[in-house]
């Protein structure tokens, strides 16, 4: 398998994409040849950019949606419901095969999560399964105000028990000017959690190419 990272997150709408796009970028302003992968897309009738097309753009690749993305869904929904209301089930061998036809094709694969980590791809296949079957180190995102020590420590804690490598932890978006909570967060989930927690600040979305580097140790 090729090099990469798997990023998940602490829930939905904690930053997994702007972290995924950030990593992604980083990696294509060094030279690299960057393949993003995100098994399903749920939420394609919502307005706003999906995630695979701010992944291609941030990496700068052709990847086609579907080689992004190869199971596509317009609920805003678990994976596992969307699937079974379009009459279908989602197959880990499909999606084993996808990210790893992606990964031939580049340097680096950076995959994007869906949810948190026990979230349902199929009903008996969850996204930590599939994080386990591509061998991949994750990098967990999260929000860095009130609540987000324990959905961390959690989220790390599932990951450990599973057998999977914690890279680092991203609090974002990380505000200019930390209060008292955000920076005792920070420090509290790297004393507790034994991880690297980094941050990322207000990206502007639109302009990949002025994004600040976010390197992983
Ligand atoms: N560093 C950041 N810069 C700009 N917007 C951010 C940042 N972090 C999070 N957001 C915003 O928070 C929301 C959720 O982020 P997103 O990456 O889509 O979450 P997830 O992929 O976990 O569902 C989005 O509106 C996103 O634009
Ligand atoms: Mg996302």
């Given at each position: 398998m090729t090099a990469g990272v798997f990023v998940t997150g602490t829930?939905?709408?904690?930053?997994k994409t702007v972290v995924a796009a950030a990593i992604a970028r980083t990696l294509a302003g060094d030279g690299r040849r960057v393949a993003v992968f995100k098994p399903t897309v749920t939420g394609l009738e919502d307005p706003g950019e999906p995630d695979h097309r701010l992944l291609r753009r941030a990496a700068s690749s052709e990847q086609a949606n579907g080689e992004i993305a190869p199971y596509r869904y317009?609920?805003?929904?678990s994976p596992h419901l969307a699937a079974a209301l379009a009459g279908e089930e989602i197959q880990p061998d499909r999606l084993l095969t996808a990210a790893r036809e992606a990964a031939a094709g580049a340097d680096i694969l950076v995959c994007e999560g869906v949810g948190?980590?026990?979230?349902?791809?199929?009903p008996d296949y969850l996204v930590r399964d599939l994080a386990l079957d591509l061998g991949l180190p994750l990098v967990v995102a999260a929000s860095?105000?009130?609540?987000t020590i324990n959905h961390t420590l959690l989220t790390i804690a599932v990951a450990r028990q599973a057998g999977l490598g914690v890279a680092a932890v991203v609090l974002t978006p990380w505000p200019e000017r930390p209060d008292q909570i955000e920076a005792s967060n920070r420090a509290t989930i790297e004393a507790l959690g034994e991880v690297k927690v980094e941050t990322l600040r207000h990206l502007d979305l639109s302009n990949p190419t002025a994004w600040p580097p976010l390197r992983l140790p």
């Open positions: 829930g939905t709408e904690v930053g317009g609920p805003p929904m948190g980590l026990l979230v349902p791809l199929s860095p105000g009130l609540g």
